[in-house]
């Protein structure tokens, strides 16, 4: 099908022919199936996003392979006033790269230099893979401090963009924490686009904002060394125990660890490939552990009263399963699997509040499924909730957030695709000002940022 016969949605209806013109010599897709496939990510995760979102597509895909492509691509749109969405690998779960106003889809795939390296820090472009660039790094020692269970096929650049945290943060936090990144590049949608390089602080300006208020060409990003990571299920006879554990280790910070995982018996079952070391009715923990400490790890798991039922070294480890492809949102990808009815929530739990925990497990029943992963918040281990839930009604899934929230729990909402009330449920006024700055006409990602809407207003 050629570009003319394409359905426009894009409200300013440009002229297109004119428009195509100023990306002569471009990669561009115009056959509507891959258009359509190149305007979603994992939104469907999320029964209230689902019919919210599953008509928005974008009228064009464009692969840039360098900053100078992008420059081109963003004054195109700018002259003819042209929404533009910047894509990763569409490994998000909020339509984070969903087109809410038809457009372009800038696909930064191509876009895959490792610029330098060296010791603690990597400049790379924004399409690199993780997996791809953890391989580079490794040879000198060194691996990128924290990944979503994605890990494979996610994008450097998307992971800042729409990504906040995942296997690494026991260890290093969040994203948004001062240090875990260190550079950017940005080009922007002023008359005419120009690039800005932010450093320090100012990176907060873009991290997280899911491509409404620049578009990354570079990124400086620090490193962690790369220990041989050992994979281990230990089993408890129920998860609060397993979370005891989980915190306990959490805490430990003489034993390097990279993932705590912990799981309800009633999770188990979704994971196929891993049942046969988990007995029937017991919790688990999925850990990566630096091999160097497997012997005071045995000592905390006797402690608890666990037993390890799997231990893979690295170098096992990195044949075959993979234990982080059971943990953060891919548990929720293999649960619904199973059982597309399943939906989930993101809960930062108070801290240290185990008969919290232990509560929300009576009350919901097999309503809610608990399933926590352990981070550090503010230099402290805390368990982060990403149970999953048996969807009914968006009023029922509400009453259930409410419930949580009026006892202490805060709930990073996956239901929303605006940027706000996902996380923040506050306006960030130095991203909105930054957007005022470099995105003056609302072109980039229009649609996903409540501050600039309400500002309109």
């Not at 996956?414 to 130095?430: F, R, S």
Request: glycine share 10%; aromatic share 8%; hydrophobic share 40%.
């Amino acid at each position: 099908m050629s570009f003319t016969q394409t359905k426009f949605t894009t409200a300013n209806s440009p002229d297109w022919s004119l428009f195509l013109a100023e990306l002569n010599g471009l990669e561009l897709i115009t056959e509507p199936t891959q258009i359509a496939k190149l305007s979603q990510d994992y939104y469907t995760f999320s029964p209230v996003l689902q019919p919210l979102l599953a008509d928005k597509v974008g009228e064009l895909v464009v692969r840039p392979i360098d900053e100078t492509e992008v420059l081109r691509i963003a004054a195109a749109c700018v002259k003819f006033r042209v929404p533009l969405t910047v894509r990763g690998a569409g490994t998000g779960n909020y339509g984070q790269c969903v087109p809410l106003q038809g457009g372009v889809i800038l696909d930064m795939t191509r876009m895959q230099a490792v610029k330098w390296l060296k010791p603690g820090l990597a400049c790379v472009e924004p399409g690199v893979k993780l997996a791809a660039l953890d391989k580079q790094t490794r040879e000198i020692g060194w691996e990128i401090r924290m990944a979503p269970s994605t890990y494979r096929t996610a994008t450097i650049g998307g992971f800042i963009g729409g990504g906040s945290g995942g296997i690494g943060s026991i260890t290093y936090g969040q994203l948004r924490d001062r240090g875990n990144l260190h550079a950017v590049r940005v080009v922007t949608m002023e008359d005419p686009p120009r690039v800005i390089e932010l450093r320090g602080d100012a990176v907060q300006q873009v991290n997280h904002a899911y491509g409404t208020n620049g578009i990354i060409t570079e990124l400086e990003i620090p490193l962690g060394p790369a220990y041989p990571w050992a994979e281990l299920i230990v089993t408890f006879p129920n998860v609060l125990s397993a979370a005891r554990f989980g915190q306990a280790l959490g805490e430990a910070d003489g034993i390097i660890k990279k993932m705590i995982s912990v799981h309800e018996s009633a999770i188990v079952p979704y994971f196929t490939a891993l049942r046969s070391h988990i007995p029937d009715g017991h919790a688990c923990a999925l850990l990566m552990v630096a091999e160097s400490c497997l012997e005071p790890l045995a000592d905390l798991i006797r402690e608890f009263g666990g037993t390890t039922t799997y231990q893979k070294t690295a170098l096992e480890a990195s044949k075959g399963i993979a234990l982080g492809e059971y943990t953060w949102n891919h548990t929720t990808l293999h649960a619904r699997s199973a059982d597309s009815s399943l939906t989930y929530l993101q809960t930062l739990l108070p801290n240290d509040n185990f008969q919290l925990l232990e509560h929300l497990c009576q009350h919901f029943g097999d309503e809610l499924l608990m399933h926590l992963e352990f981070l550090r918040v503010g230099g402290v281990a805390r368990a982060a909730a990403l149970q999953l839930v048996r969807y009914t009604t968006e009023a029922r899934l509400n009453e259930i957030i409410g419930y949580h929230e009026d006892r202490g729990a805060f709930i990073f909402n996956p239901h929303t695709h605006i940027l706000e009330d996902g996380g923040m449920k506050t306006v960030n006024l130095p991203q909105l000002r930054f957007k005022e700055l470099v995105d003056p006409y609302g072109l980039l990602n229009p649609g996903k940022m409540r501050a600039w809407i309400e500002r309109q207003l």
